[in-house]
């Protein structure tokens, strides 16, 4: 073997050793770097949808099958149950009702039954907004709306929009109808003057 030879085996295998070195060192870093930010992208959306779940947990908390029964100064017992009801930290005093079921029981022992799909009642006064859906039945009479306002504080039942009114010899369609569970009685009227209150039935 020549001496030109010799040095040319020698080139090519030095090439071939260089090589290897260099694919070691650099492309297989690169490899791994590259696949890093996959790893590090998983973990920091892990973190912010633990973050977000946790920040829901602690801005409403839900109770199942909730029960109110409270007495005011005239002796009437107020008594409501829901399915479900959603409270806000920040608004502590005001739970969201859903599917509804209340009743007044008077000193008397007549009872007032009022049921709806929703309500916002207020822990504090007791006071309930009723909606969708809402019915209310005292004695032989039955009263279906939109929004029932039960304000303790005026011993007030304000039933209104979409009002029909039934018992067993009328039926009445108006705008609103107050009830007073103290004195008992009963007011209908229109949101207009000049609208008036529709009355059926048997006179």
């Known amino acids: 073997m020549t001496k030109r030879s010799i040095i040319q085996y020698s080139l090519v295998i030095l090439l071939i050793i260089l090589s290897i070195f260099f694919y070691k060192k650099y492309?297989?870093?690169?490899?791994?770097?590259?696949?890093?930010?996959?790893?590090?992208?998983?973990?920091?959306?892990?973190?912010?949808?633990?973050?977000?779940?946790?920040?829901?947990?602690?801005?409403?908390?839900?109770?199942?099958?909730?029960?109110?029964?409270?007495?005011?100064?005239?002796g009437n017992i107020y008594i409501i149950n829901a399915k479900s009801a959603e409270v806000q930290e920040d608004k502590v005093n005001q739970v969201q009702l859903v599917e509804v079921l209340a009743k007044i029981i008077q000193k008397?022992?007549?009872?007032?039954?009022?049921?709806?799909?929703?309500?916002?009642?207020?822990?504090?006064?007791?006071?309930?907004?009723?909606?969708?859906?809402?019915?209310?039945?005292?004695?032989?009479?039955?009263?279906?709306?939109?929004?029932?306002?039960?304000?303790?504080?005026?011993?007030?039942?304000?039933?209104?929009?979409?009002?029909?009114?039934?018992?067993?010899?009328?039926?009445?369609?108006a705008d609103k109808i107050e009830i007073n569970f103290e004195s008992k009685k009963l007011k209908i009227s229109m949101d207009k003057q000049d609208d008036k209150v529709e009355i059926s039935g048997k006179y």
């Open 108 to 173: 008397n022992d007549e009872t007032i039954y009022i049921n709806s799909n929703f309500a916002d009642y207020n822990r504090n006064n007791n006071n309930t907004i009723f909606k969708k859906n809402v019915n209310v039945q005292y004695g032989d009479q039955i009263i279906d709306a939109n929004i029932i306002n039960l304000n303790f504080s005026k011993n007030l039942i304000e039933i209104q929009e979409n009002v029909n009114y039934k018992n067993k010899n009328a039926n009445i369609k």
């Open 27 to 74: 492309l297989s870093t690169e490899k791994i770097l590259s696949e890093k930010p996959k790893k590090i992208d998983k973990n920091i959306n892990k973190k912010i949808e633990n973050s977000i779940t946790k920040e829901n947990k602690e801005t409403t908390n839900t109770i199942e099958n909730l029960k109110y029964v409270s007495e005011d100064l005239l």
